[in-house]
């Protein structure tokens, strides 16, 4: 059983930036490979970037492209995301989410096993 707590959302000025926090418990997560996905009001959960555990192998959504990081520190199992350049259109609850998927990049929501509770990041303008 894995357990994700998200935490680091939060109200910013368009512009700035925020860093949300994954806190991942497992037995080992070199065989897990982590997502990011938003979902804003009134639509679907999107993808927003994802990490393989193993290999630190990363991908993300045009639409963040160049902006967003996401990492992962192993002696912390957190996995991080790191939003710059915040648009108000990144406004969404951000959800963290694992699969055993090992080495491989995952985007399809459906995939994934295992959610967090969601944090919701409001950017405005």
């Known amino acids: 059983q894995v357990q994700l707590v998200e935490s680091g959302g939060g109200l910013v000025q368009a512009g700035g930036s925020l860093r949300l926090s994954c806190a991942a418990s497992a037995r080992t997560f070199s065989s897990y490979t982590m997502g990011w996905f938003r979902q804003a009001p009134g639509k679907e959960r999107d993808f927003v970037a994802v990490?393989?555990?193993?290999?630190?192998?990363?991908y993300y959504a045009d639409s963040v492209k160049g902006r967003f990081t996401i990492s992962r520190d192993g002696a912390k199992n957190t996995v991080y995301l790191q939003m710059n350049s915040l648009k108000p259109e990144d406004t969404a609850v951000y959800y963290c989410?694992?699969?055993?998927?090992?080495?491989?990049?995952?985007?399809?929501?459906?995939?994934?096993?295992?959610w967090g509770q969601g944090t919701q990041v409001t950017v405005s303008s």
């Open positions: 990490i393989t555990w193993s290999t630190g192998t990363t």
């Open positions: 989410a694992a699969v055993y998927k090992y080495g491989r990049i995952v985007t399809d929501r459906a995939q994934y096993d295992y």
